[in-house]
């Protein structure tokens, strides 16, 4: 692989490549790559692999290797502490609990002392709300304006990127800058770089999406009003007046997010009659408080939230007006985000531009409405290709059914371009380490006795493990339905949500346990050893069938006339059952069971390309013949 990749930035070509786990793929590009003398960055999806890169990989290549090269990891301005805005809450701290209020004395000791300000130097809980007052967004930092810019833990973090031979960021960070640099000239936030390395690449194509579209949020409404209040603070001139303002455009905002949410939650029927008086507000049903809304925003859905728009509009305009003359540089910050806010509410909520699929999420007390691209290969084609002559893709699943066309049509990676594709086995023996359970006699997923049916089989596998178990579901609905059926069994059972992730891996490996789980321990969760011996998957990972880009992409397709379902979702949730499937084998020495409950596995014509997708191992069809797999080992 490290061949590979130095033929790669000596030609300046594209490399594809996918190594399984246990290859040591992360030394085998940071090799060429810093021996090749040319500036590079390396992008990684999760926080976790960037943070293994920098603890353990750089200083490995340093010390063992003796390679001199400077090194430096960028992350999202969010994870930094805000020096300014940190001030501003130390001045009249408002917490959202008491729990929060708690932690508070340990973070102003750490913000004094700590050289990098990145919060993962201090153990804050992963829902930790006050963060967001204590870091800025790219919409609130004020930049060079600030009176703190010098100082800044942001600013300097850069200076140290700006640097570096290899600079290690994450997709989020990576897609925030390209979608900047390559929409409002000059605005960038990465130095300029030669080559770029994408580690955990399948996740490259839905990270795109999201930052290149747009996305506005009741939660944006809700932050402008309260920077905009704290602003005045020291305005007693502007207090009473911006009160009034924030006022006026914080129900503006409720009222309208509101009534989006309502018309979304009845799949595009208006969710009030027109002009009697407030929106009706419909309690969610179980289902949507469990799995939050997604739906495609239409007119239809629209039509009950006009006049709510129109009120946001003008509460959004009124703050604009109201700093039009502001001075300092937080007052017109404020002006400026008010102005931009309305321009993006606008633009989302007219739904004109064609290659873009719009459509609005309802999560917890959010409500986010969002503008995507459908084709973002087309995208990528422009703002990436264009830029950057060398790339390199890399992941442990990329190959669905053993090619690469899948992923290479998602990135753009088009068959006229010159891109080299590897596969790179790891030292693990599938065959004789792992096998596939299908049992034989569960009803399909959508069937009444589904849930009933497949508890049964959890306990019954699980009893063949003695627990060890991650039961991993592509629903939260199921995830509890699930647990609920299944808190008796004999060993430490878990739940995720329950506590924090870290804390339940902890859990998990200090006895015999089963962890219900969803999407975030479907990948780059890593329990070498005996304490995982079993992975349950409940389903077949579909995308959900009403989800807004999976179908608008799906259209698309038809109206090339191609086939959607084998050529998009088929592959789509191969990948992914492959990726769950990765959880079970870590090391040499692992051994155990993947059982998926989901019949279509081997009933169905397409599950033969679910088989040819995931590693080569013994299939069994009944809980018996895995029983005795298992103690024949
Ligand atoms: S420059 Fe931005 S991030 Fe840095 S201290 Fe100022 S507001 Fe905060």
Same mark, same amino acid.
């Given at each position: 692989? #490290? +061949?590979?990749? %130095?033929?790669?930035?000596? $030609?300046?070509?594209? @490399?594809? =490549?996918? &190594?399984?786990?246990?290859?040591?793929?992360?030394?085998?590009?940071?090799?060429?790559?810093?021996?090749?003398?040319?500036?590079?960055?390396?992008?990684?999806?999760t926080k976790t692999?960037?943070?293994?890169?920098?603890?353990?990989?750089?200083?490995?290549?340093?010390?063992?290797?003796?390679?001199?090269?400077?090194?430096?990891?960028?992350?999202?301005?969010?994870?930094?502490?805000?020096?300014?805005?940190?001030?501003?809450?130390?001045?009249?701290?408002?917490?959202a609990a008491r729990e929060e209020?708690a932690l508070?004395?340990?973070?102003?000791?750490?913000?004094?002392?700590?050289?990098?300000?990145?919060?993962?130097?201090?153990d804050l809980p992963d829902q930790f709300h006050t963060w967001?007052?204590?870091?800025?967004?790219?919409?609130?930092?004020?930049?060079?304006?600030? #009176? +703190?810019?010098? %100082?800044?833990?942001?600013? $300097?973090?850069?200076? @140290?990127? =700006?640097? &570096?031979?290899?600079?290690?960021?994450?997709?989020?960070?990576?897609?925030?800058?390209?979608?900047?640099?390559?929409?409002?000239?000059?605005?960038?936030?990465?130095?300029?770089?030669?080559?770029?390395?994408?580690?955990?690449?399948?996740?490259?194509?839905?990270?795109?999406?999201?930052?290149?579209?747009?996305?506005?949020?009741?939660?944006?409404?809700?932050?402008?009003?309260?920077?905009?209040?704290?602003?005045?603070?020291?305005?007693?001139?502007?207090?009473?007046?911006?009160?009034?303002?924030?006022?006026?455009?914080?129900?503006?905002?409720?009222?309208?997010?509101?009534?989006?949410?309502?018309?979304?939650?009845?799949?595009?029927?208006?969710?009030?009659?027109?002009?009697?008086?407030?929106?009706?507000?419909?309690?969610p049903?179980r289902r949507e408080e469990e799995e939050g809304?997604?739906?495609?925003?239409?007119?239809?859905?629209?039509?009950?939230?006009?006049?709510?728009?129109?009120?946001?509009?003008?509460?959004?305009?009124?703050?604009?007006?109201?700093?039009?003359?502001?001075?300092?540089?937080?007052?017109?910050?404020?002006?400026?985000?008010?102005?931009?806010?309305?321009?993006?509410?606008?633009?989302?909520?007219?739904?004109?531009?064609?290659?873009?699929?719009?459509?609005?999420?309802?999560r917890g007390r959010g409500?986010?409405?969002?503008?995507?691209?459908?084709?973002?290969?087309?995208?990528?084609?422009?703002?990436?290709?264009?830029?950057?002559?060398?790339?390199?893709?890399?992941?442990?699943?990329?190959?669905?059914?053993?090619?690469?066309?899948?992923?290479?049509?998602?990135?753009?990676?088009?068959?006229?371009?010159?891109?080299?594709?590897?596969?790179?086995?790891?030292?693990?023996?599938?065959?004789?380490?792992?096998?596939?359970?299908?049992?034989?006699?569960?009803?399909?997923?959508?069937?009444?006795?589904?849930v009933?049916?497949a508890a049964?089989?959890i306990r019954?596998l699980t009893?063949?493990?003695g627990g060890r178990a991650f039961v991993l579901c592509t629903s939260n609905r199921n995830m509890n339905a699930f647990h609920e059926a299944c808190r008796d069994l004999p060993y430490q059972v878990l739940r995720q949500g329950d506590r924090p992730k870290s804390r339940l891996l902890d859990e998990f490996r200090s006895e015999p346990s089963v962890l219900f789980a969803t999407a975030s321990f479907w990948e780059g969760v890593d329990v070498?050893?005996?304490a995982l011996?079993l992975v349950i998957i409940d389903?077949?990972?579909?995308?959900?069938?009403?989800?807004?880009?999976?179908?608008?992409?799906?259209?698309?397709?038809?109206?090339?006339?191609?086939?959607?379902?084998?050529?998009?979702?088929?592959?789509?949730?191969?990948?992914?059952?492959?990726?769950g499937?990765?959880r079970?084998?870590?090391?040499?020495?692992?051994?155990?069971?993947?059982?998926?409950?989901?019949?279509?596995?081997?009933?169905?014509?397409?599950?033969?390309?679910?088989?040819?997708?995931?590693?080569?191992?013994?299939?069994?069809?009944?809980?018996?013949?895995?029983?005795?797999?298992?103690?024949?080992?």
């Amino acid at each position: 692989m #490290a +061949r590979a990749v %130095e033929r790669a930035i000596e $030609r300046r070509g594209y @490399l594809v =490549a996918e &190594a399984g786990t246990g290859t040591g793929k992360t030394l085998a590009y940071l090799v060429p790559a810093v021996l090749s003398g040319r500036r590079v960055i390396v992008s990684t999806a999760t926080k976790t692999l960037q943070e293994q890169l920098w603890q353990k990989d750089i200083p490995l290549l340093r010390d063992a290797c003796g390679l001199e090269f400077g090194a430096a990891y960028l992350k999202g301005r969010s994870n930094y502490f805000c020096l300014a805005r940190g001030e501003e809450f130390a001045r009249a701290p408002t917490f959202a609990a008491r729990e929060e209020a708690a932690l508070w004395p340990r973070i102003e000791a750490w913000a004094r002392r700590t050289e990098t300000g990145d919060r993962s130097e201090i153990d804050l809980p992963d829902q930790f709300h006050t963060w967001k007052d204590l870091s800025a967004t790219s919409e609130n930092c004020l930049g060079r304006e600030c #009176a +703190r810019y010098e %100082e800044c833990f942001v600013t $300097r973090a850069r200076a @140290l990127a =700006a640097q &570096a031979d290899v600079l290690l960021v994450n997709h989020h960070l990576f897609f925030a800058d390209l979608a900047m640099r390559t929409s409002r000239a000059g605005v960038e936030i990465l130095p300029e770089h030669e080559v770029v390395i994408f580690d955990e690449a399948h996740a490259v194509e839905d990270v795109a999406t999201e930052y290149f579209g747009l996305q506005v949020s009741s939660y944006r409404v809700e932050e402008l009003s309260r920077d905009a209040l704290r602003a005045v603070a020291d305005r007693p001139d502007l207090a009473s007046m911006m009160r009034e303002t924030t006022g006026e455009l914080r129900k503006a905002g409720e009222r309208f997010f509101q009534a989006v949410a309502d018309g979304l939650r009845q799949g595009g029927t208006p969710a009030r009659g027109r002009g009697f008086g407030p929106p009706p507000r419909r309690r969610p049903a179980r289902r949507e408080e469990e799995e939050g809304v997604k739906a495609a925003l239409t007119p239809a859905v629209m039509e009950g939230a006009q006049r709510d728009l129109a009120r946001l509009d003008e509460s959004l305009a009124g703050l604009r007006e109201l700093l039009a003359d502001a001075v300092t540089p937080s007052l017109s910050q404020i002006a400026r985000r008010a102005g931009e806010l309305r321009v993006e509410v606008a633009a989302v909520t007219a739904m004109k531009e064609p290659s873009r699929v719009y459509f609005g999420e309802v999560r917890g007390r959010g409500v986010f409405l969002r503008a995507a691209p459908i084709d973002v290969a087309e995208e990528l084609r422009e703002r990436l290709y264009q830029r950057t002559d060398t790339a390199v893709f890399t992941s442990a699943t990329l190959a669905a059914q053993g090619r690469f066309d899948f992923f290479r049509r998602q990135v753009g990676l088009l068959p006229e371009l010159e891109v080299e594709e590897r596969r790179f086995e790891g030292p693990f023996d599938y065959a004789r380490q792992a096998a596939l359970v299908s049992p034989e006699g569960l009803p399909e997923p959508n069937d009444p006795g589904f849930v009933r049916a497949a508890a049964e089989s959890i306990r019954a596998l699980t009893a063949v493990t003695g627990g060890r178990a991650f039961v991993l579901c592509t629903s939260n609905r199921n995830m509890n339905a699930f647990h609920e059926a299944c808190r008796d069994l004999p060993y430490q059972v878990l739940r995720q949500g329950d506590r924090p992730k870290s804390r339940l891996l902890d859990e998990f490996r200090s006895e015999p346990s089963v962890l219900f789980a969803t999407a975030s321990f479907w990948e780059g969760v890593d329990v070498p050893g005996e304490a995982l011996s079993l992975v349950i998957i409940d389903r077949l990972p579909f995308a959900p069938p009403g989800d807004p880009v999976m179908s608008a992409r799906l259209r698309a397709l038809e109206e090339e006339g191609r086939d959607g379902f084998s050529e998009l979702q088929v592959p789509a949730a191969a990948l992914a059952l492959r990726q769950g499937f990765g959880r079970l084998v870590r090391t040499r020495e692992d051994r155990g069971l993947v059982a998926v409950l989901d019949r279509r596995l081997v009933t169905k014509g397409y599950g033969r390309a679910f088989l040819a997708t995931l590693p080569r191992c013994p299939l069994l069809r009944t809980v018996e013949a895995a029983r005795r797999w298992w103690l024949g080992g």
